[in-house]
Nanobody, 123 residues
Framework: VQLQASGGGLVQPGGSLRLSCAAS????????IGWFRQAPGKEREGISC????????YYADSVKGRFTLSKDKAKNTAYLQMNRLKPEDTAVYYC?????????????????WGQGTEVTVSS
């Protein structure tokens, strides 16, 4: 099983990025998907998740209204669309998959993790 996170990079404040989380070895649609981030010197933060059973979603207050989590079943890939990026969004972003299928930002619940993709928001 592998989750391949990609799409990070350097972007100016106010810009957008779309992160991808491509899965192999599992059917991602059967799993809850979570996105986490870890900024330098800070603890990992759960920012978004989606349940596989009813599609319910969660967004942390820090990203609500700016970030959108979605899935493409055909590509076995999840995405995190990030708009109106701020310098405080700078972090390494991780995707994760949870077999229990329930949306949660409890990192301990997740079975599989991607390797992380770095996002830097700076002018």
């Amino acid at each position: 099983v592998q989750l391949q996170a990609s799409g990070g990079g350097l972007v100016q404040p106010g810009g957008s990025l779309r992160l991808s989380c491509a899965a192999s070895g599992i059917i991602l649609d059967h799993y809850a998907i979570g996105w986490f981030r870890q900024a330098p010197g800070k603890e990992r933060e759960g920012i978004s998740c989606i349940s596989s059973n009813d599609g319910s979603t969660y967004y942390a207050d820090s990203v609500k209204g700016r970030f959108t989590l979605s899935k493409d079943k055909a590509k076995n890939t999840a995405y995190l669309q990030m708009n109106r990026l701020k310098p405080e969004d700078t972090a390494v972003y991780y995707c994760a998959a949870d077999w229990t299928a329930l949306c949660t930002v409890d990192a301990a619940a997740y079975d599989y993790w991607g390797q992380g993709t770095e996002v830097t928001v700076s002018s």
